[in-house]
C-alpha cells in the first residue's frame, strides 16, 4: 500500500471479518495530519457499567497505527506487527461517535511509534491517549 494513492474504501475494505468490523471502525481520513478512524460507543464497544470499554479504545489506538504503518510499508517485503501499546483513559462516554486521530511520530526502518488521540466524535473532548510502537518485521521467502 501507499500513503498518498490509497483510498479509503481500499482500506476499510480491509475490515471485513475482522475485529475492526466486529466493532465498526472506520477509516475517514488520510492526510498529513495521518489517520484518522471512528467508532461507535454502543451495546458492542460497552463495557458492563455502560460507559465505552477500555479495551476497545486500545483496539482504535492498534487499528490506527497498524493500518498507518501498512501504509508506509512495502507489504511483498514487510509486515507491521504491534509490538507495545499503551492508553490513558481520560474521561468516559456512554454513547455516540468516537474519533482517533493517529499521527507518527517516529519513522523508522524497524520501527514506528504513532501517537493516537481519541475524542468525542465533535473533538472536544478527550476519552482516551495512547502510543503504540509498531515493529516492521522481514517477509520469510516460501
Known amino acids: 500500500m501507499n500513503w498518498t494513492t490509497t483510498d479509503l474504501k481500499q482500506i476499510n475494505s480491509l475490515n471485513k471479518g475482522t475485529l475492526m468490523q466486529h466493532l465498526s471502525i472506520e477509516y475517514i481520513e488520510i492526510s498529513d495530519r495521518g489517520l484518522v478512524a471512528q467508532m461507535p460507543v ?12 477500555g ?3 486500545a483496539a482504535l489506538i492498534e487499528s490506527i497505527g497498524s493500518m498507518g504503518s501498512a501504509l508506509l510499508c512495502d507489504l511483498a517485503k514487510e509486515s507491521p506487527v504491534g509490538l507495545e501499546i499503551n492508553a490513558n483513559h481520560v474521561s468516559g462516554i456512554r454513547s ?9 511520530v517516529h519513522h523508522g526502518k524497524k ?3 504513532w501517537q493516537v488521540d481519541v475524542y468525542d466524535e465533535n473533538e472536544t473532548k478527550l476519552i482516551c ?14
Open 42 to 53: 454502543n451495546e458492542t464497544t460497552h463495557q458492563p457499567m455502560g460507559l465505552l470499554h
Open 55 to 57: 479495551g476497545a479504545s
Open 96 to 104: 455516540g461517535m468516537i474519533k482517533a486521530i493517529g499521527k507518527l
Open 111 to 113: 520501527t514506528h511509534l
Open 129 to 142: 491517549t495512547g502510543r503504540i510502537t509498531i515493529m516492521i518485521i522481514q517477509n520469510k521467502l516460501g
